[in-house]
């Protein structure tokens, strides 16, 4: 989808158990005038149409989701584009090494878009509700995450990210 500015966008994200990161995927694609679809409706070679491309999911297993990493390792190699990674997880929001955490998770796909040919302008992290295993028991991690104040966050972002694109 083209927005106001003629950048045209396109937010793909895995988002399964509570939806946190499609609540952040669609924050997103508010700003960049952006479609969102799920990994299995794009086709790889769609990607090199778009000007900015989004890719997010939870983290599954400490990394993105698969189905991200396959369609950006079946994507033809392209030069002049861009893009960004975002995710949800369910560490505790405030934890000191987050940050670290995020980086090493998104390491795999950070690496697989570059290698495409695209730029990485930024990621973005949200924590997001997690109540796999026994922390159901306890009613999860990050209750009621992302909330209104994550999505400001995330909408923050996608400015940036439509600013460095068009600039």
Do not use: C
């Not at 090493?104 to 997690?130: C, I, M, N, T």
């Amino acid at each position: 989808m083209e927005s106001a500015t003629g950048l045209r966008s396109l937010v793909v994200v895995y988002s399964y158990h509570h939806h946190n990161t499609e609540k952040v995927a669609r924050a997103m694609a508010e700003v960049l005038g952006a479609e969102v679809k799920a990994p299995k409706d794009v086709r790889p070679e769609d990607l090199a149409q778009y000007d900015l491309v989004g890719l997010g999911s939870g983290i599954y297993g400490g990394l993105m989701h698969k189905d991200l990493l396959a369609l950006v390792n079946a994507a033809p190699q392209t030069s002049g584009k861009r893009a960004f990674l975002f995710s949800t997880m369910g560490a505790p929001a405030g934890a000191k090494d987050r940050q670290e955490l995020v980086t090493k998770r998104h390491a795999p796909l950070r690496a697989a878009v570059e290698a495409k040919g695209y730029q990485v302008l930024g990621e973005f992290d949200s924590p997001g509700w997690l109540t796999l295993a026994f922390l159901a028991l306890f009613g999860g991690i990050n209750r009621g995450r992302p909330n209104e104040a994550d999505l400001a966050s995330a909408r923050e972002f996608a400015l940036e990210m439509k600013g460095k694109a068009a600039g």
